[in-house]
């Protein structure tokens, strides 16, 4: 049972593959067409012959018809041995004279069989009575028969003609009909796998690709992608589709990495603080409190660290669906909240169209993470952090930016701060994780735009990021 079960398991594969269905169809249809041709030209054929011979016998029959109304005739009249009277015997056509009697007076060749209604056909006193016989089997032949009567009792003329030559022939073109469509099946089933082949062989490749990326789980398989057909098109997004999930695993490495990495002092310190509270009773009152604080703000670190690690995993696999915003409404609640949490002054400008299709909850994540850092790079500031949404700068991008009166940036950090965890040399006694920037880059790259710093004129910082349109021109790099 176990090896039936196999040897099924087996097969399946090949007749349920594409290229079996393909081949199998092509020959089904051609078959179902060749068939239906073959039936229905043989059909028109042997009709048109039938037709044709039972015309031609027709037409000798109404000729002596008319001969025998219009003239008087005796079997001697239509004797073979009487020239010039002989009836016109087209091929495959036989004649035979009787008499009054119903006898045989010039036997046709070959002999004709006579019945008691040729009989009395021949004694009929009308002229051109007929008495018609078909399938009538003479030797190894079959003929079709019709007496007619000369009148006055005088005798009959009996016309055959042969059909069983033209059903041989019948007989002959079905068969070759049947081995033509015989041959046109097989090469239409051969044409067809071939085809299938053909259209296929490029899924399996893609097919092969998936298998192995899925065997082996690794992503970076490099596709062979030809033709720019819909199969073209499969392999190219299969190709894009691999570099995607590439490049998050990559991110999603390194961003493990790199959380860990930054985990790693404030835990270290964490724990090294923890087990001074072993021996908290020993310590001064001032060092107890130096403790109690800096254990505080250790937790209060690691807890943003935290909100900010989940904010950025959640900004590379949101689910939110992109909409119509108006990026002008979603800056109002971030300038509120910030003004709310802060206390600092924070003006609010907005011009032109700044409606852009995105999701709202990134782009106000983005946006409160600039004025957070303006104020936390701006804490003693007493110049107002100003809030710019400018749109379009071209068709279809909208430009937020923050400015600030802070310290700035220095030229060598400009390029590097919306790296994940990097924090300046005169920023890292601050409080944060460095992920806040980075957290904008994502969410400026997932509209389909990107971010932006550079110095400001009269000191302080321009940083910001742009929806849609790709980066800013001559502004990336830091000039001012």
């Known amino acids: 049972m176990g090896r039936f079960r196999r040897l099924l398991t087996w097969r399946r594969p090949g007749l349920l ?6 081949a199998v169809s092509f020959a089904a249809v051609a078959a179902a067409v060749t068939v239906l041709v073959g039936i229905l030209s043989y059909s028109a054929a042997a009709r048109l012959v039938r037709v044709d011979q039972q015309t031609v016998f027709d037409e000798v029959v109404q000729d002596v018809r008319d001969e025998v109304g219009q003239h008087r005739m005796t079997p001697d009249d239509f004797s073979s041995s009487a020239p010039g009277h002989d009836v016109v ?12 009697d119903g006898r045989v007076v010039d036997r046709g060749s070959p002999g004709l069989p006579v019945t008691a ?30 007496t007619v009567s000369l009148g006055g009792g005088r005798g009959a003329i009996q016309v055959a003609q042969e059909f069983s030559d033209t059903e041989d022939l019948l ?3 079905q068969q070759r009909t049947l081995v033509l469509m015989a041959a046109v099946v097989t090469a239409a089933g051969l044409f067809g796998w071939w085809l299938a082949r053909r259209v296929t062989r490029r899924l399996v490749v893609l097919t092969s690709a998936a298998e192995d990326v899925a065997r082996t789980r690794r992503l970076g398989v490099q596709v062979p992608v030809t033709g720019y057909d819909e ?33 790693r002092t404030p835990l270290t310190s964490l724990r090294t603080n923890i087990s001074l509270l072993r021996r908290i009773d020993e310590l001064p009152p001032a060092t107890r409190e130096d403790l109690v604080a800096d254990l505080t703000q250790e937790a209060r670190e690691l807890t943003d660290l935290v909100n900010e690690l989940v904010d950025l995993a959640a900004g590379q696999s949101d689910t939110e669906p992109a909409q119509q915003v108006d990026l002008a409404d979603i800056a ?40 957070e850092n303006a104020t936390k790079f701006d804490r003693d500031g007493t110049a107002p952090i100003e809030l710019h949404i400018a749109g379009p700068a071209r068709p279809g991008t909208v430009r937020v930016e923050v400015l600030d009166r802070g310290p700035g940036i220095a030229g060598a950090d400009l390029i590097r701060i919306f790296d994940r965890f990097y924090r300046a040399a005169d920023a890292r006694a601050l409080p944060g994780s460095g992920l806040g920037l980075s957290i904008v880059r994502e969410v400026a790259l997932a509209h389909e735009g990107a971010p932006f710093a550079f110095r400001r004129e009269g000191g302080g910082s321009v940083i910001g990021f742009t929806v849609g349109g790709g980066p800013v021109e001559g502004r990336s790099r830091g000039e001012s």
Request: charge should be positive.
């Open 17 to 22: 593959s594409l290229r079996t269905t393909l």
């Open 89 to 100: 015997r087209p091929p495959r056509t036989d004649v035979q004279v009787l008499g009054p």
């Open 117 to 146: 209604a040729d009989r009395t056909v021949a004694a009929a006193a009308t002229a051109g009575l007929i008495a018609e016989h078909k399938d009538v089997d003479v030797g190894n032949d079959v003929y079709r028969v019709a």
């Open 171 to 173: 007989r002959t073109l």
């Open 231 to 263: 199969v073209g098109r499969l392999g190219r997004a299969f190709d894009r589709m691999l570099g995607r999930l590439a490049q998050s695993e990559e991110d999603q490495r390194r961003l493990v990495q790199d959380a860990g990495h930054e985990l």
């Open 332 to 371: 109002e609640d971030v300038v509120g909240l910030a003004r709310r949490r802060t206390g600092r002054e924070i003006v609010l400008r907005a011009s032109g169209d700044t409606t852009a299709h995105g999701r709202p909850g990134l782009l106000q994540r983005a946006m409160s993470n600039l004025v």
